[in-house]
Nanobody
Framework: QLQLVESGGGLVQPGGSLRLSCAAS????????IGWFRQAPGKEREGVSC????????YYPDSVKGRFTISRDNAKNTVYLQMNSLKSEDTGVYYC???????????????????WGQGTQVTVSS
């Protein structure tokens, strides 16, 4: 059974860092592009990053550009989201998602993904 499991969330002070992990089981991530999304209470889901199968194409919205970095380790079947200089507005539930496409493609749109994890809570607060 195809499954994505996020981990690494928690409570962090403004300016701090967290690294989220998205581990896949039941399938090989090599053939999938991966996205990270977040949803804050009362707000719509927002794409915060994606990475292609090749690892050469990535995406970040302006809200996180320069602070978040996505990477993948296909040998470990895991994708990471390094989050630095965290702000209170980064608070939310973070989800990873996966789907199949061409080698250099990724997408920041949730509708392009068919597989989702359960999410991990990130709270940025003093």
């Amino acid at each position: 059974q195809l499954q994505l499991v996020e981990s690494g969330g928690g409570l962090v002070q403004p300016g701090g860092s967290l690294r989220l992990s998205c581990a896949a089981s039941g399938f090989t991530l090599d053939y999938y592009f991966i996205g990270w999304f977040r949803q804050a209470p009362g707000k719509e889901r927002e794409g915060v990053s994606c990475i292609s199968r090749s690892g050469l194409s990535t995406y970040y919205p302006d809200s996180v550009k320069g602070r978040f970095t996505i990477s993948r380790d296909n040998a470990k079947n895991t994708v990471y989201l390094q989050m630095n200089s965290l702000k209170s507005e980064d608070t939310g539930v973070y989800y990873c998602a996966a789907d199949r496409s061409t080698y250099h493609y990724c997408s920041g749109q949730g509708s392009d993904y068919g597989y989702w994890g359960q999410g991990t809570q990130v709270t940025v607060s003093s």
